[in-house]
Each structure stands twice: as structure tokens, then as C-alpha cells.
């Protein structure tokens, strides 16, 4: 069984939608991080967290530590926020990647 | 400030060479991790230095090996490549990786024939 699922796959979405990444993990985290990877291969720490919420401009990402859920919420979406979103969730010190959400955003 | 620089950027090199990489973490990280990225396997932690000394280390053979010097920057190297070594690897720098945002840098893509 993987040790974290992201959804979805793949994601389209028109300019302006608000938009949800889903990320589940198996078994209990110290942090997880949200990452940002553009074509090209740079990667952007977009949050680090461990409990709660955090907010960021147009970014909003959430943690429920007993669902062992997170999400990454996008407002208003643009078509520069088309990239790769990778949740990597740290069990003890070891730094695990799920398989990343493609975004799209048309405009 | 500078952010995380990585040299070289672009490598070609054939089967049974060995390569070095070098990461340059942004003035006072102490944390300098390196992670593989491959179109299969995508995003996987090589390891992590924290104050010269390997602190974590992930599921990979021995062939790859690091260190990290008393000014943070670090290298990485592997002997022996293999095809499957074909790969972006990337270094991120932080404060303390276990209670700090990483920030990565552009990556070494290496490629082997």
C-alpha cells in the first residue's frame, strides 16, 4: 500500500475556479509539506505544516491529524498556477513524496 | 540572499563512471537533504546532512554517498553508474529540515549512456 495518495491524477480547471488537491497518508506524520513544481523541474515549497491551517495569498492548506488528510485549497486560480502539486509527508525524519497532482488552468 | 545553488546543471556520463554533485545551501541552513527524481519513481530522499554529519538517510544503495562541509555545502556522489541512475536530483537547504521550510535548488539533471 502506498504510504501517501494524492487526488486527483490529473486536474483541468477554467481561470478563476477555486480548486482542491487531496492528499491521505497511512499512518501518524510530525509535518507535511505541500510543494510546487513547474515545468522544468524547480520546486517551490509552497507550506509546511503540522496541525491546523496556514495561509499563503491565494493558497490555502489544511491538515486533520486524525483523518490522516490534508488538502491544498487554490482561490480564484490563474493560468500561471498550472504546475505539479506534491504532498511529501515526514514520518520521524524520513521525507516521503506522493505522486503529484498535474494542474491545468485555462484561461 | 542567494538561493540554493546546484552545479553542475546538466551532466552526461556513461555506465560504470562516477560523478559528483555539489549544492551550495542558502547562508546559514545548516540542513542540506538530496532527493532523486526519476519519471517512474518520482520524488525519493537520497539523504540529509545536518551540521557535517549524515542524519537520514533513504532507501538506496551504497553506491551513493554524500558528506557535508563546516561551510553547509554538500556533495553527493555516486560511483558505478547504472542506467537507472538517470535522474533530476535535487538539494534543498533549510535551517533544521524537522521544524523549517526547505528551499530547493534547480537541480543536476545527470543522464547516463
Known amino acids: 500500500k502506498n504510504e501517501v495518495e494524492q487526488s486527483p491524477q490529473n486536474l483541468t480547471a477554467q481561470e478563476g475556479e477555486f480548486i482542491t488537491i487531496n492528499c491521505s497518508y497511512s499512518v501518524g506524520i510530525s509535518a507535511l509539506h505541500w510543494l510546487q513544481q513547474h515545468p522544468g523541474g524547480g520546486i517551490v515549497s509552497l507550506f509546511m505544516l503540522s496541525s491546523g491551517k496556514k495561509k499563503h495569498g491565494r493558497l490555502i492548506a489544511t491538515i486533520n491529524i486524525q483523518e490522516k488528510h490534508s488538502s491544498l485549497h487554490i482561490t480564484a486560480s490563474h493560468p500561471r498556477d498550472s504546475a505539479v502539486y506534491i504532498c511529501?509527508?515526514?514520518?520521524?525524519?524520513?521525507?516521503?513524496f506522493g505522486a503529484g497532482t498535474i494542474l491545468r488552468v485555462k484561461s | 540572499k542567494a538561493g540554493v545553488t546546484q552545479t553542475p546543471r546538466y551532466l552526461i556520463k556513461t555506465r560504470g563512471q562516477q560523478v559528483t554533485l555539489s549544492c551550495s545551501p542558502i547562508?546559514?541552513?545548516?540542513?542540506v537533504s538530496w532527493y532523486q527524481q526519476t519519471p517512474g519513481q518520482g520524488l525519493q530522499f537520497l539523504f540529509e546532512?545536518?551540521?557535517?554529519?549524515?542524519?537520514n538517510k533513504g532507501n538506496f544503495p551504497g553506491r551513493f554517498s554524500g558528506r557535508q562541509f563546516s561551510n553547509s555545502r554538500s556533495e553527493m556522489n555516486v560511483s558505478t553508474l547504472e542506467l537507472g541512475d538517470s535522474a533530476l536530483y535535487l538539494c534543498a537547504s533549510s535551517v533544521d529540515r524537522n521544524t523549517d521550510t526547505q528551499y530547493f535548488g534547480p537541480g543536476t539533471r545527470l543522464t547516463v549512456l
Open positions: 546532512y545536518f551540521s557535517e554529519t549524515q542524519r
Open positions: 511529501a509527508p515526514t514520518y520521524g525524519n524520513k521525507l516521503v
Open positions: 547562508s546559514g541552513h545548516r540542513s
